[in-house]
């Protein structure tokens, strides 16, 4: 049982930044993979980022270039910095990982950019 625990979220004003958080009950090196979904209000969850057990990046294109996923293998902790935010970032973020074929997610944490 993999357990995560978010949080960083808050409200922002558009071309901010925010860091997400994201502390897991085991090392993420142990995870296959490990990483940040999003929700809109009325949208269906959709991948931000996420980070292999070897460490491998994939990006949705609505954030390359302004969103970075990185790891702390010491603290447990998966981070999601967010810069330049804007309005259609707004949404209810969620950790997810990956292990032995078993998903696991956080209880989500909210982000709004305001315009």
């Known amino acids: 049982q993999v357990q995560l625990v978010e949080s960083g979220g808050g409200l922002v004003q558009a071309g901010g930044s925010l860091r997400l958080s994201c502390a897991a009950s085991?090392?993420?090196?142990?995870?296959?993979?490990i990483g940040w979904y999003r929700q809109a209000s009325g949208k269906q969850r959709e991948l931000v980022a996420t980070v292999s057990s070897g460490s491998s990046t994939n990006y949705a294109e609505s954030v390359k270039g302004r969103f970075t996923i990185s790891r702390d293998n010491a603290k447990n902790t998966v981070y999601l910095q967010m810069n330049s935010l804007k309005p259609e970032d707004t949404a209810v973020y969620y950790c997810h990982a990956r292990s032995q074929f078993v998903n696991y997610w956080g209880q989500g944490t909210q982000v709004t950019v305001s315009s």
């Open positions: 085991v090392s993420p090196f142990s995870l296959n993979v």
